[in-house]
């Protein structure tokens, strides 16, 4: 176990207060502080206590630093990269490749020459890149593509002719159409499009008009710093996503995707393909950009944490990497997991006890803990600790009949060989039913289960969860659209502004235009009033009575006691 001594990225984008404030340099700093980086990248990796570079170290005793079955599913080399990441000016839109697309487009560009340093060069590495933010000060992002009435909506209620080859190819090809459009555009039709819609963006925005209002602000202050970029429009068909400290999101493989003020904790699989859609002076490479995007429209969800070993873990869907947040106290915590950790103290002092003695993380410090080693802490301090999610210990078999089950019953059993990432949005969602149906429990809990899939996909995670209903299982659903669920739905309690205004049967009509799915005009019919009333508001929109419903189906049946309700609901 090494305390380790770790590069500060200064990009122009970063922050001059946040890092420097936890390395305890002097703030604001001279310079940005853009990204503190703690793992073995080749690029600038982190310095144990002892001297070494920890790619060294890992590449000297990978058994030890990294375990076998660590190096049997990625290598000798530490498959995460944990950050600080804190940002004053937005990032570049991006997005990331699979690993069989990352593999093909590398192995494309090494045959063909290109040097890794060429700024045309698009894949740097065999490698995907899915990642996780969890927001230590509020975070503002773009994050996926809204829903797809709503983009219309947002582009249409601008009344811009320069829109409209935009609004037509949304409407008749939808996101794979109107993307490409955009990027595709000369430089002077750019300029002129992106300077119209940020004029008339920020007209809403200076009458307060709630309706969009983040989304136009944001429009009109990419249009400054980006002039005459095409990220400008594309962002108003992008979720607008509002991080609260303590809160998580997950970004798998072609989720496009901007981080646009605001600061956390950050761990990605360690790779650098990076390929830009916008909000960028860099190289954009439009074909392999198509190629990789996922034009899946919808929500995002906000991860929140779950209880475990060490802490408050955020779970996501990939073996790369693993986060918990831990705050210790002076009693000795347990902090031992099968893979390598990368521990950093943000807050207090920790101290970090092994077989091999002590080191002591103030705050801003962080160690490198191989993998397996048995290590306690105590503070008080707040820690954040990556790592590995590969298991203890080889399935047994009754833990692999519980998961081939889980499988077949959310009908995903013939990808069980596949990688998570992956998958489409609607299949990732049904894998982590799965995950909670291994565990066979008798009450399922799913809050905003239709968040971010498709409406084929909702369809299929109606029918998974009407089956499982048939199965003795109790469902307790959070959602603000109920969509295809109202057929599994057996008691709804709907909250409207903070009240609780019916608990009961699910009554037709009640929802109002959340009961059904947004329709989709014809081009030809795409006037402000139509997409008005097909307009389903977005989350991060001021709405005037934003409504939700707790949704539950009970094997039981039993009777709703007199005045129950829910204890918490997200509206």
Known sequence: MWLMTNAVRHYPWGSRTVIPELLGDPSPADQPYAELWMGAHPGQPSVLSDGRPLDVAIAAEPDRMLSEPVRQRF???????????????????????????????????????????????????????????????????LCGFRPLAESLHCLAKLQLAELMPTIAALANGGLRAAIPQLLALSERRRASLVTAVAEKAATFVAAHDPEFINTYRWAASLAQTYPGDPGVVISLMCNHLTLDPGEAVFLPAGNLHAYLSGAGVEVMASSDNVLRGGLTSKHVDLAALIEVLDFTDGRVPVIHPVLGPGGLRYPTPVRDFDLTRAQVDVEPGLLTTPGPQVVLCTEGSAVLEGPDGEVVLHRGGSAFVPAGQPVTARGPAVLYRATTAIPWVPARRADADAVSGALEAVDMAEHASEDVTELSGGQQRRVLIARALAAEP??????????????????????????????????????????????????AVVLREGRVVHDGPLVPGLLGSCDSAPVVPDVADVTQEHLRHHHVHHADEATPAD?????????????????????????
Do not use: C, N
């Not at 937005?90 to 060429?118: I, K, N």
């Not at 707790?550 to 309700?565: F, K, N, Q, Y």
């Open 75 to 141: 290598g000798d080399r530490l498959p995460f990269l944990m950050k600080v990441l804190a940002a004053d000016l937005p990032l570049s839109l991006q997005a990331h490749p699979t690993t069989a697309q990352a593999e093909v487009g590398f192995a494309a560009e090494e045959a063909a020459g290109v040097p890794l340093d060429d700024p045309t060069r698009t894949f740097k590495d065999p490698y995907h890149k899915p990642e996780i933010l969890l927001a230590i000060t509020p975070v503002e992002a």
């Open 547 to 571: 409504s939700g419903w707790v949704a539950h189906h009970d094997t039981r049946r039993a009777p709703a006691s007199a005045g129950s309700h829910p204890e918490t609901h997200r509206a």
């Open 442 to 491: 008798d009450l399922l809990v799913l809050d905003e289960p239709l968040a971010g899939v498709d409406a084929a996909s909702a369809r299929g995670l109606a029918r998974t969860l009407a089956a499982l209903a048939g199965r003795d299982v109790t469902l307790l659903v959070v959602t603000h659209e109920i969509g295809p669920l109202a057929d599994v739905v057996d008691r």
